[in-house]
């Protein structure tokens, strides 16, 4: 599925996996924890996709194995195979689109994984996603995220690359994961699991360089019964979303079950 030819994708981890590996650390987020991404991984999907349950599972590893804010972004342009993914948003499409305009290739494709707002590879070759991931651009932007009475902090310190004037802050809450049984198309009778899954992504205000608070109130973490929320600090332009200088995650999954029973 796709434009552009898959490639080959090795069977096991190898020693590009290994050393990627052995650069991040191992963690499990909490309840009201929050991870340290090092790198961004946007996985663009589709359940009317045979090529991307191979993906979808891999990203799973991603998400599991170390400080890499793995996300799922399904996309609505195969629905017409014969199967409407249940999760996908046109916004996700469009995106991805922005994306390809954005580095000039225009090349949008299933399974697409954009490290960074950067680089794109095929989302199941794994050797390429390790080795876009190794060579992802630092983050120059700390999120620190908190979770309060009053909804979602985020504090963004740090500089602004050379140039650059401002970077837009982006919000979304996530469902941790979600398995799918998909009834028609390319992948009828498969149960598909999709990690961090990326409900509503909207920009929440701009950030010039110096400390600055961005926030998020609890009816809108309640309403989407947000299982986590994620920040994006990314840099734009009149072609669209760019490079990605700093993100970061919090599991708001048990506070928000509690607030929205008791509320």
Not at 111 to 127: A, F, K, T
Not at 202 to 216: V, Y
Request: net charge positive.
């Amino acid at each position: 599925m796709g434009n552009i030819k898959m490639g080959s994708r090795s069977t096991r981890c190898g020693s590009l996996f290994a050393a990627v590996t052995c650069l991040i650390a191992m963690f499990s987020i909490t309840e009201g924890a929050q991870a340290k991404p090092v790198a961004v991984a946007e996985l663009f999907t589709s359940q009317g996709c045979s090529s991307c349950p191979p993906a979808d599972k891999l990203l799973g590893e991603i998400a599991d194995q170390g400080h890499v804010l793995a996300l799922s972004l399904p996309v609505d342009y195969w629905d017409y195979l014969g199967w409407k993914d249940t999760l996908a948003d046109p916004a996700n499409s469009a995106r991805q689109r922005a994306y390809a305009i954005h580095r000039g290739d225009r090349s949008v494709y299933t399974p697409q994984i954009v490290i960074n707002g950067l680089e794109h590879v095929v989302g199941s070759d794994r050797d390429a996603v390790f080795k876009a991931i190794k060579n992802a651009n630092k983050f120059t932007a700390n999120v620190a995220l908190v979770q309060n009475d009053m909804g979602i902090e985020a504090t963004v310190t740090g500089t602004l690359p050379a140039k650059a004037k401002m970077a837009t802050i982006y919000f979304a809450n996530i469902k941790n994961r979600q398995k799918i049984e998909v009834g028609r198309g390319e992948n009828a009778g498969r149960t598909i699991t999709y990690v961090n899954v990326v409900k509503s992504l909207q920009p929440i205000g701009m950030w010039s360089g110096a400390a600055e608070t961005f926030r998020m109130p609890k009816s809108e973490l309640i309403r989407a019964g947000a299982e986590g929320c994620i920040i994006l600090v990314q840099l734009e332009d009149s072609d669209g979303p760019g490079t990605i200088i700093g993100a970061g995650l919090i599991d708001t999954s048990q506070k928000n079950k509690i607030s929205a029973n008791t509320n």
